[in-house]
């Protein structure tokens, strides 16, 4: 059974959650393969994808939103899984969805979307970024949660599994 995962990110902390889910479903037994949204043809005969996007300023990169649309544009539209990276702190902040994804999630009516906390390293911000962050009052750190991930890799495998009578097997 084949899946994709696709993240857009702008500074690498999404895509490493992208990395995260596509080893976590290889090792659940999916053929799995892991590409740049601008890469992505959803109509390659997947059993499902998975698509995120790194959160600025409340909304998807651009990448990430063209290829939310290629993916609708699909006949039939495969089941999709949509997640969003970008709230930080402890308790993360801000609570909200990102702005544009009710639009994304009307469109693709995706199985499920999961917003995860980031990670923002100062040192790979410019300098519009960084006064950004000072405006908000955004606290650097790596807030991102492995095992909910890895957790949600698990549900969406067996969501895959128990919708195709070829499932892999599971390991353990």
Not at 43 to 61: C, E, F, K, P
Not at 97 to 120: C, M, N, Q, Y
Not at 124 to 139: C, D, H, Q, S, Y
């Amino acid at each position: 059974m084949r899946v994709l995962v696709s993240a857009a990110s702008k500074h690498g902390a999404t895509k490493e959650i992208g990395d995260h889910l596509g080893k976590r479903l290889r090792d659940r037994g999916f053929k799995v393969t892991v590409l740049a949204p601008a890469a992505v043809r959803p109509d390659d005969g997947y059993d499902g994808i998975v698509l995120g996007s790194a959160v600025y300023a409340g909304h998807w990169l651009k990448d990430a939103r063209a290829t939310a649309e290629r993916i609708a544009a699909c006949d039939p539209v495969p089941p999709t899984w949509l997640f969003s990276s970008g709230p930080l702190g402890d308790p993360p902040k801000p609570e909200e969805e990102p702005v544009d994804v009710a639009a994304i999630v009307e469109t693709l009516s995706p199985v499920e979307h999961r917003v995860f906390a980031g990670k923002i390293d100062k040192s790979r911000l410019g300098f519009g970024e960084k006064a950004i962050m000072i405006a908000v009052r955004a606290p650097e750190g790596d807030y991102r949660d492995w095992g909910e991930i890895a957790t949600w890799a698990d549900e969406i495998a067996h969501t895959i599994a128990g919708s195709t009578a070829d499932a892999p097997e599971k390991s353990s």
